[in-house]
Structures are given as structure tokens and as C-alpha cells.
């Protein structure tokens, strides 16, 4: 939203980068929108993204570019899980264009299994891990 997170764009433009273009395709300009929702190498990622979650009983219904972008808001149950994923995979987008390496979903993957296996030794010492377990029942079934 404030334009803190530098892309080739802005970083060519304060002559930083050599180039302005995307890091994944090379063929337009890299801004936060293309960089996020509009590059090919991008919407791949966001089809797996969908696949997956829905595999898991999550309803994305393919999350729309503002939703990406932004989050997903209204009176879903799984509100904050769908934006905690949604926050994850542009993260892993980002860490993909840094390292210069395709955006894999993969990746993706183990950062949100590192991440449960983190939280579950978090509710474990706090012993609360049912209530942990009750909470993210459906990321619990990958």
C-alpha cells in the first residue's frame, strides 16, 4: 500500500537496478501489481496456491488480484488462516525473486509446514496444543 517494497521499477529508477523489467519473465516492467498477481510465472504459482488449498477443504475460489494484493475480508471462518496463507505465499514469492529462482510452490510448502511445526511447539509449552490443533484443523490433514 505505501510503496515500501522496492521493485525493479523503482529500483531502476534510482539507478539501482540495470534493469526495470520483472525478475521472473523479463518482458514487462516489474511494479508490485505485476511482481505479485499479473506475471505468468506469478498466476502459476496462485493456480497451485488455489489447488492446494482447496485440496485441503479451504475454499479459495481462486483469490482475486485485490484479495491477493490486499487480503480477503468478510465473514469467513477461516478469515485470518486464509490471509496468514496469502501473507506466506507473497513472501515466498518475494524470497523466490531475491534469490532469482521461478516462483515454486514448493517452497511455499515448507515454509507453511516449518511454520505449524514452530507454532505446534509453541501450544506445546503452553499446553494448549488441542486448542492449537482444534484451531488449524485443516492444514493438519497435508
Known amino acids: 500500500l505505501h510503496r515500501i517494497l522496492f ?5 531502476f529508477k534510482m539507478k539501482i537496478s540495470a534493469t526495470p523489467l520483472c ?9 508490485v501489481e505485476h511482481l505479485f498477481v499479473v506475471c505468468e510465472y506469478v498466476k502459476s504459482f496462485w493456480e497451485a496456491f488455489t489447488a492446494w488449498g482447496n485440496s485441503l477443504g ?9 484479495e491477493i494484493m490486499l487480503r480477503i475480508t468478510g465473514n469467513r471462518d477461516d478469515c485470518k488462516l486464509v490471509n496468514h496463507l496469502l501473507i506466506l505465499g507473497k513472501q515466498t514469492l518475494f524470497y523466490c525473486r531475491q534469490k532469482k529462482l521461478s516462483p515454486m510452490f514448493s517452497l511455499f510448502h515448507l515454509r507453511v509446514q516449518r511454520i505449524m511445526e514452530i507454532e505446534k511447539i509453541i501450544a506445546t509449552k503452553r499446553d494448549k496444543l488441542l486448542i492449537h490443533l482444534q484451531s488449524g484443523t485443516k492444514l493438519y490433514l497435508f
Open 23 to 31: 525478475t521472473f519473465c523479463g518482458l514487462e516492467s516489474e511494479t
Open 7 to 11: 521493485t525493479n521499477s523503482a529500483l
Open 58 to 66: 479451504i475454499d479459495l475460489n481462486k483469490p482475486t488480484d485485490q
